[in-house]
C-alpha cells in the first residue's frame, strides 16, 4: 500500500512539472512523425494481466509491399532515436502509473507473446507491477542479454524496498543523462526474446 501511494503521488507530481515537456515533444511528434501522437500497445502487468501501454512514437508507418511493417532500423527516425535515448518517450508511462497499471519503479513491461515463454523462474518478474524503470534498466537496459535481464529483474521482486526503489529512481536519472544502454549490440533496440526455458 505504501509503495501504491508513493506511485500516485510520484506520477501526479511528474504529470505536472512534465507537461510543459509532454506538450512541447507531442507537438514535434505530430510535426516529425504525424498522428498519432501515442504509441498504445498491449502489455503484461501484475499476474501478466494485459493493459495498454501509452507511449510517445519514435518510429514511422513504414511497410513493405505485402503490408508487413519494416525492421525497425528502417522505421527509426533521428528524432525518435533522440526520444529513446533521452527516454522522453517514457513520459506518458507516468498516466499508466497514476492508472494502477505499472509502478515507478518494477520489471519493464514487455511483450504479450513473450508470455508463454518464459521459464517458472522467468515468470516471477510478473509477481509485481511493472514499472517504468527497474534493477535491470539501470544495470544495463537494452545492452544486456535477456537471461541476464530476467535474473535482475526476479532479485528485484525478492529483495524489494522502498530504499531500493529510491536508489534505483536516483540512478536511473544519471543513466539517462549519459545515455547509457539504449540498444543492444548491433540493434536499434533490443532483439525479440525467442524463448529460454533451461
Known sequence: MFKRLVDII???VGLLLFLPVIVIVSWHVSR???APVFFRQTRPGMSGKPFEMIKFRTMKDASDAKGNPLPDSERMTPFG???RS????ELPELWNVLKGDMSLVGPR?????YLPLYSKEQYRRHEVRPGVTGWAQINGRNAISWEDKFKLDV???DNRSFWLDMKILFLTVKKVLARDGVSGEGEVTMPKFTGNKD
Open 109 to 113: 513491461p514487455l511483450l504479450m507473446e
Open 155 to 157: 532479485w528485484y521482486v
Open 32 to 34: 516529425k512523425l504525424g
Open 10 to 12: 510520484g506520477s501526479a
Open 81 to 83: 532515436q533522440f526520444l
Open 86 to 89: 533521452t527516454s522522453l518517450d
